[in-house]
């Protein structure tokens, strides 16, 4: 078992950053690949970016390329996903999720473990 708190949500302005936090407890987070999901109204959740349990390969969704970077430290057991030039589309619940010595994949059903989200809101 492995609890997944994130946070680091808030409301931006367009163009502006944030770094979202995802802090596991209960277990070592290189156990597990990490990955970041969101969810805006009315819409499926849809995959952002997944780092591997080894922590050797990050994987990204097309519409956050180049402008978001996941990353992790095994010292604070916390997984980060830095965004950067945020638009109004970025707007959205942000969720980490954990896979057990996963590669970090795109797919949610690859995951076991879910964080509660933070709200992320990005005005025009």
């Known amino acids: 078992q492995v609890q997944l708190v994130e946070s680091g949500g808030g409301l931006v302005q367009t163009g502006a950053s944030l770094r979202l936090s995802c802090v596991a407890s209960g277990r070592t987070v290189g156990d597990f690949a990490v990955g970041w999901f969101r969810q805006a109204p009315g819409k499926e959740r849809d995959f952002v970016a997944a780092i591997s349990y080894t922590g050797q390969s990050t994987n990204y969704a097309e519409a956050v390329k180049g402008r978001f970077t996941i990353s992790r430290d095994d010292a604070k057991n916390t997984v980060f996903l830095q965004m950067n030039s945020l638009q109004p589309e970025d707007t959205a619940v942000y969720s980490c999720?954990?896979?057990?010595w996963g590669p970090g994949a795109v797919r949610i059903g690859n995951y076991d473990y879910w964080g509660q989200g933070t709200q992320v809101t990005v005005s025009s």
């Open positions: 999720a954990a896979d057990p």
